[in-house]
């Protein structure tokens, strides 16, 4: 496209310096304690979008955080593209684990980013990500290359379950029609290996608590004699998966997709090193499924883990005491096929049947969502690998990823149309943890990278 690189060499700060505003916004969607912040970034996307050239932009108020939509229709018979994305984050904590403040946005040097990286949460999830969206149209609209209709919907409860996204779509069947739904808010396997995700788990997730008696009691006076509820949440827990780390939950594995040999071998092309990926984390050795390699078990397998377990006491010294209640949060990896409600009834009806007498078990369920995959032999996606190609010098390659984006699937249900991810992130910006960044490189080249994917998509449509 006709000068997008004098483009964005000549605004480079501003982009950066506009995306620093908008991470010092704390929208943090899970703590009712920043809920102002919420609603502030919601009218910074909706001001954001307006400069870059929306005709109409509207913040669709909810139940919970609102919903910005905005659009720029230049002909009802050319193709129209839904970007989604989101601006709410996860919660910073552990605060005391970050080496600058999680709201004061600041670019440091990296090993993997010479050239300096974003630290910010939301950095990368997906405030970053889904700015160079608003800065993608920016350049297409101000240099009057805009090739199609373009609809922006960016949500502020993505970290909290899209509960009142999944109803506005819904109810903006019309409103929101579009011919491909695209997305950056997953990762790439390297700076250098463009990838594209061909599919997201799905997810369920439950908070559990164990019951013992009907108060703490003395751990000498009553210990070894009634069921202590932390060491039965314990064996519970341990019991969820066999020596070869399958998962016990009887039916759990009844509808996975099992991937031919031949789609197997074609998904062990893709670049990977055992090594340096036990380096990054400082492990001896990966763990997991039996029969399957680390790639494998982090996509196409679906896993059970505990996120939280907590009870009894956990203060200073020693206190000796028999808790009368145990909990964990557990988080159920699906793979599509799998129904999260199916396997959340499945969780249930397992952990309850496997308590011990002495103890009353309660499973409550969480926000979940089905997994998604999406094919590569969509005009969405041939066009998703030209504008990679074109930007990387080299040909993207399909990677089904790990995380979970649940509404991607009710996308697909109610607008009958696909969704491209198109994510420049790497699994080394540590988003939801502490020091979460995003490379300036990531950042340009997804600036880079989004206009060429509006120019052949549109060119394929025709
Ligand atoms: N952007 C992530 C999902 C993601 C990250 C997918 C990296 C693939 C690669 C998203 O914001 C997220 O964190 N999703 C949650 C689920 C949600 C219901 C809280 C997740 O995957 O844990
Ligand atoms: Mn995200
Ligand atoms: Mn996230």
């Known amino acids: ?268 092309k893709a670049p990977f090193s055992l090594e340096n990926y036990k380096k990054s984390l400082e492990i001896n050795a990966v763990y997991g499924e039996k029969g399957y390699s680390t790639n494998e078990r982090n996509s196409i397998r679906p896993t059970l883990d505990v996120n939280g377990i907590w009870g009894g006491y956990i203060g200073e010294g020693a206190k000796t005491v028999i808790a009368s209640k145990a909990y964990a949060k557990i988080s159920m990896r699906l793979v599509p096929n799998q129904d999260c409600e199916e396997i959340t009834t499945l969780f249930k009806a397992h952990f309850e049947n496997i308590a011990p007498e002495g103890v009353t078990v309660k499973v409550t369920p969480h926000h979940g969502g089905q997994g998604y995959v999406t094919p590569t032999d969509t005009i969405g996606y041939k066009a998703a690998a030209m504008a990679y190609k074109d930007t990387f010098g080299t040909a993207p390659i399909p990677q089904r990823g790990g995380g979970s984006i649940p509404i991607v699937a009710l996308f697909e249900k109610e607008l009958k149309s696909k969704t491209i991810l198109m994510g420049f992130g790497l699994d080394s910006d540590a988003i939801h943890s502490p020091n979460e960044h995003y490379g300036l490189y990531n950042y340009f080249k997804g600036i880079e990278t989004i206009p060429l994917f509006y120019k052949y998509f549109t060119a394929l449509q025709a």
């Open 1 to 268: 496209m006709n000068s997008l690189q004098s483009y964005l060499n000549t605004n480079k700060d501003r982009f950066v310096q506009e995306l620093f505003e908008l991470l010092r916004i704390a929208s943090v969607s899970a703590d009712s304690a920043y809920s102002k912040d919420v609603f502030k970034a919601a009218d910074f996307v909706a001001d954001s979008l307006k400069t870059a050239g929306c005709d109409s932009v509207e913040i669709c108020q909810t139940k919970g955080f609102p919903i910005i939509y905005g659009e720029k229709i230049i002909d009802p018979k050319l193709p129209t593209i839904l970007v989604y994305g989101h601006y709410d984050v996860q919660p910073a904590d552990p605060i005391e684990l970050w080496d600058s403040p999680p709201f004061e946005p600041i670019i440091k040097k990296t090993k993997l980013h010479p050239e300096g990286a974003v630290f910010a949460r939301g950095a990368c999830d997906d405030k970053g990500q889904m700015y160079m969206h608003v800065k993608a149209l920016e350049f297409m609209t101000s240099t009057n290359q805009l090739p199609c209709n373009v609809k922006f919907m960016i949500e502020g409860e993505e970290e909290v379950g899209s509960d009142n996204l999944a109803e506005f779509v819904k109810h903006n069947t019309t409103k929101l029609k579009n011919d491909v739904i695209l997305i950056s808010d997953t990762g790439m396997i390297a700076k250098d290996t463009p990838s594209i995700t061909t599919g997201l788990r799905g997810l369920s997730y439950v908070e559990v608590e164990v019951t013992g008696p009907n108060r703490d009691l003395h751990s000498g006076i009553y210990g070894g004699a009634v069921a202590n509820p932390i060491n039965v949440l314990a064996k519970m827990i341990a019991s969820l998966h066999d020596n070869n780390n399958h998962i016990t939950i009887p039916g759990f594995y009844d509808k996975v997709e099992n991937l031919s040999n031949d789609e197997r071998a074609e998904m062990a």
